[in-house]
């Protein structure tokens, strides 16, 4: 398994390639594709972003990048789920295939979830040179399909599992990028809690109920001095919004309730505590950020893939795992105990995770992406 080695950086690129990105819908897949988008830009290239109707909401980079949406589906038990979902991603390979033929990219690059797998297909299929990039500790199911064809895989961490020998030949070590407001969040010292003791939670893009029930009953269980320094950001299901607000109110706790932040890296710069799931990119930012972090994996990935993120900072002493089963009121509420009274605690935790963040990730897989991009 190599290493890319940092090219030298290119100027602008004279006739201006076009690059595609294909990445599923959600953050943790488009997140990274985003920070790749915003470096290709800077070096002169074209690019488009290709996803499914989740896409839409993701709008960082304004208009200089296209994005085209296409039909796709995960795959689902039962039968048939099963029948449709093979519908819907054969329509969007064949969508995938007039637009790759229109766009002619000089390189197409994955970032998984079945979204992605129409956009790199078609790209295989047309003989383009294709890149597959794989946040996770785990190679996810779109990108095993993918990977035979694939000219390379940037993979995230050393040591993923998933790969076949004849890939392992062909797999390169670039880290996981990061968006830049995320970047620069790393700047900003970390601030133990005080007066103020603020905690940020997102259910990742499942928006876990889970949080919204054990999250507020955890804080009630606290005393009332330390209730009296919470000041909580919880990002929340739609449904969900009202009555947790009313959970948070009702404890005397002050509390921003959304379905979405769309200022995460100020939050995440303010804040003392991050709770929430442990999906790649979310701990690749948190890394990056410097800021500690009780991680509940996902707990519907039959490989743990999540579990095998959160491990990463764990065992640098950045974060503290609880599986889902052992995420209760009475867990949670003795954590932050601990951390109020002991904020050094958290300050240790923020220095230990920071020694995890891939400053560097952006940059690596923009010269490999560049390289393939010239290569014959």
């Given amino acids: ?40 830009l800077s070096r002169g290239y074209t690019v488009a972003i290709i996803t499914d109707k989740r896409g839409h909401a993701f709008k960082s980079l304004g208009d200089r990048v296209n994005i085209y949406t ?13 029948i449709r979902a093979v519908i819907d991603m054969g329509l969007g390979v064949l969508s995938a295939l007039r637009l790759v033929h229109k766009l002619k990219p000089a390189l197409v ?18 003989g383009k040179p294709t890149i597959l990039h794989e946040q996770n500790a785990v190679l996810g199911k779109a990108n ?21 020998a004849a890939q392992e030949k ?4 670039t880290g996981n990028p990061v968006r ?22 997102t259910g990742g893009s499942q928006a876990a109920s ?4 054990v999250v507020p009953e955890a804080l009630k269980n606290l005393p009332e001095q330390i209730k009296s320094q919470l000041y909580v950001m919880h990002q929340c299901r739609e449904n969900d919004i009202a009555a947790t607000a009313k959970k948070y109110a009702d404890m005397g706790i002050e509390a921003e309730t959304a379905s979405f932040f769309s200022d995460m890296a100020e939050r995440l710069a303010g804040c003392q505590l991050f709770i929430g799931r442990s999906g790649a990119s979310t701990v690749a930012e948190l890394a990056v950020a410097g800021r500690p972090a009780i991680f509940v994996p996902y707990p519907g990935h039959q490989d743990m893939q999540q579990k095998h993120n959160a491990d990463i900072i764990a065992h640098a002493g950045g974060a503290w795992v609880f599986l889902q089963p052992d995420f209760t009121p009475a867990a949670l509420a003795e954590k932050i105990r601990a951390f109020a009274e002991e904020p050094a605690l958290l300050s240790q935790a923020a220095a230990a995770a ?11 897989l923009a010269d490999l992406a560049a390289q393939e991009a010239a290569a014959p």
Avoid: N, W
């Fill in 354 to 364: 920071a020694t995890c963040g891939q400053t560097g990730a952006t940059a690596k």
């Fill in 180 to 201: 830049a407001p995320i970047m620069a969040v790393r700047d900003v010292a970390y601030q133990p809690p005080a007066a103020r003791f603020k905690i940020l939670i």
């Fill in 70 to 82: 296409v039909r796709a589906a995960t795959l689902r038990p039962g039968i048939a789920a099963k």
């Fill in 170 to 173: 062909k797999a390169v070590v």
């Fill in 144 to 164: 095993v399909l993918l990977a035979p064809r694939a000219r390379k895989i940037a993979l995230s961490l050393s040591g993923t599992r998933g790969l076949k």
């Fill in 1 to 40: 398994m190599a290493r890319v080695q940092p090219a030298r950086r290119q100027g602008r690129v004279s006739d201006s390639q076009t690059i595609l990105l294909s990445a599923g819908g959600t953050g943790g897949h488009l997140y990274p594709a985003e920070a790749l988008a915003a470096e290709l």
């Fill in 109 to 126: 690059v994955g970032f998984g979830g079945y979204p992605s797998f129409p956009g790199v297909l078609a790209s295989q299929m047309l």
């Fill in 210 to 213: 889970v949080f919204a029930d």
